[in-house]
């Protein structure tokens, strides 16, 4: 049973637009999300992350929203530049010493 | 500067046939993850040490072993590989202090593992 899940598996945006990427969680227990990218023959790398206490975290072209209530959060980049094109995987914490639960990933392709 | 270092990062071995995989950091975190990733899935915990205790997760094979001798290193033994074993592997390291930490992990460039 997936707590975590990306159910888009793939995402073409045109360069310059806004790319915005899904996710959604089942275990109420999760207080801290991340978001990782990771290019092919490369490990995942840590983009940005937002704790449950904030609805928004912003890092230049990239923000996170969580809304709780829905048990969802989504990334969004803008603009979208073809050096963005790779997959992204949602993760999620829930406190005490617990590993990260992580999506399946969306596959970004920003099209120039 | 790699900070989160997998060696090799290709590595083939023949079916039935021991294998190990290395990782090593310079962060001197506390805490290292092996996962296992197949296409297309999300990377899948294997066990990780927090510092010198080992925690296993339940449907992680008996035939995958680990071993840490310091904090810098954890290696990632395979006993008796099967086709099924077939994957990348990454090794991800994170520092957490007390009930919580909220800080991200970070993973090496893996190790793709294909069995002949």
């Known amino acids: 049973d997936q707590q975590v899940k990306q159910n888009s598996p793939s995402l073409s945006v045109q360069e310059g637009r806004i790319s915005i990427l899904n996710c959604d969680y089942t275990?109420?227990?999760?207080?801290?999300f991340l978001w990782y990218k990771k290019y092919p023959a490369e490990g995942p790398t840590f983009l940005i992350s937002?704790?449950?206490?904030?609805d928004k975290n912003e890092d230049g072209r990239f923000t996170v929203f969580l809304n709780k209530s829905a048990k969802h959060l989504s990334l969004h980049i803008v603009p979208s530049q073809p050096g963005d094109s790779a997959v992204y995987f949602c993760?999620?914490?829930?406190?005490?010493?617990?590993?990260?639960?992580f999506g399946k990933g969306t596959r970004l392709s920003v099209i120039a | 500067d790699a900070m989160v270092i997998q060696n090799p990062r290709y590595q083939v071995t023949q079916f039935g046939k021991p294998v190990t995989l290395s990782c090593s950091q310079t962060?001197?975190?506390?805490?290292m993850y092996w996962y296992q990733q197949k296409s297309s899935q999300a990377p899948k915990l294997l066990f990780h040490?927090?510092?010198?205790?080992?925690?296993n997760e339940a449907d992680t094979p008996d035939n995958f072993q680990s071993r840490r001798p310091n904090t810098s290193f954890c290696f990632l033994d395979i006993r008796s590989p099967g086709l099924g074993d077939a994957a990348m592997y990454l090794c991800?390291?994170?520092?957490?202090?007390?009930?919580?930490?909220?800080?991200?992990?970070?993973f090496g460039d893996g190790t793709r593992l294909s069995i002949l």
């Open positions: 991800a390291t994170s520092r957490v202090e007390g009930w919580h930490s909220n800080q991200p992990q970070h």
């Open positions: 275990n109420s227990m999760f207080d801290y």
């Open positions: 937002i704790s449950s206490i904030k």
């Open positions: 993760a999620a914490l829930s406190p005490g010493n617990t590993p990260l639960v």
């Open positions: 962060l001197n975190h506390n805490v």
């Open positions: 040490y927090y510092d010198k205790d080992f925690n």
